[in-house]
């Protein structure tokens, strides 16, 4: 079991005392998102229809071992992946991170080490290094909103891979919603490269592109028959594409995977999102510019006193 240290920050100063629908929203989006981002490490999606799978489950059996003053800090404990399930990812297993193939999961973290690694590059606002969807994104809102009724954000310690301890504060939820409403959207692609990795365990495959770029991409239905023939040849997938909040890339869901033919070779670079604009753009405005230039006076060239009688005549 791995320790961690959860602090929410504020409150009354030496005394302990939270809300308890505070210390229970706070936990619940801690859980909730250790979920979300465990899974979307390991398959791609934060959230799927149907049962949650056992080591899911296990891996999110976080249990709060004390509560003490100084703020309000929660001592955690939380299972290892290694511990939680052996055969898929202790010993000599080596497990990569679903939409980066080249990178392999630190199978001695927590699943709130995962999801403390997402939040910590949420907030820094690195969207090429966000591994999150939308779902997961929301979470991150929800987690960041949880400190309320006096305490105006939330530190978590003992996180695998940060030097520092992570401080995730109310401020930071405006940040958290743009990056998510700024994800692109979904769109349908294909892309056609070599198929380089089929994963016995999970149901994801790696083109690679003629350029050498990996594509990460989801099948929900697999043909062990058919990837054994086609491994190693050129293919064509399509799909719909998912993209990170900085537009690249993140994984397709692939709806079609077959023998490349001549003319796909127009679809050998990876897929670009298409840039989401906004309905309108704030233009700052001065006495000068805006409503303000025409607001409370006079639409035409007539003196005061000009005005003043013509209005004196009609009366």
Not at 20 to 36: C, H, K, N, P
Not at 236 to 262: C, H, N, T, W
Not at 265 to 285: C, D, G, I, L
Request: charged share 25%.
């Amino acid at each position: 079991m791995k320790k961690h240290t959860m602090t929410l920050l504020g409150g009354m100063r030496g005394e302990l005392r939270v809300p308890a629908d505070v210390l229970l929203e706070t936990v619940g989006a801690l859980i909730e998102g250790a979920r979300q981002a465990t899974r979307f490490v390991v398959e791609g999606e934060s959230t799927r229809k149907g049962p949650r799978p056992a080591w899911l489950d296990a891996a999110c059996r976080v249990e709060i071992t004390g509560l003490t003053a100084g703020s309000a800090v929660v001592a955690l404990e939380a299972p290892t992946l290694a511990d939680v399930a052996p055969e898929r990812f202790g010993g000599a297993h080596q497990v990569s991170l679903f939409v980066e193939a080249q990178r392999l999961i630190e199978t001695s973290s927590s699943a709130v080490d995962i999801f403390a690694g997402v939040l910590a590059s949420v907030v820094k606002g690195d969207r090429d290094r966000v591994l999150a969807d939308r779902a997961l994104l929301d979470t991150c809102v929800r987690f960041a909103r949880a400190a309320r009724d006096g305490f105006h954000g939330v530190q978590l310690e003992g996180i695998a891979g940060l030097d520092a301890p992570l401080v995730v504060r109310r401020d930071d939820v405006g940040k958290i919603e743009l990056l998510r409403d700024e994800t692109p959207d979904p769109r349908a692609v294909r892309v056609t490269g070599t198929l380089d990795t089929i994963s016995a365990t999970k149901s994801d495959v790696v083109l690679t592109l003629a350029d050498g770029t990996a594509v990460a991409a989801r099948l929900d239905a697999r043909d062990n028959e058919q990837l054994k023939t086609l491994f190693g040849s050129r293919v064509v997938v399509s799909g719909m594409a998912q993209f990170r909040p900085s537009g690249k890339l993140l994984v397709i869901d692939v709806e079609y995977l077959g023998p490349a033919r001549a003319g796909d070779t127009v679809f050998e670079s990876a897929p670009k999102a298409t840039a989401r604009k906004p309905v309108a753009s704030w233009v700052p405005q001065d006495e000068a510019t805006g409503v303000s230039a025409f607001f409370g006076t006079w639409p035409g060239d007539e003196t005061d006193d000009e005005l003043l009688g013509a209005l004196e005549a009609i009366r």
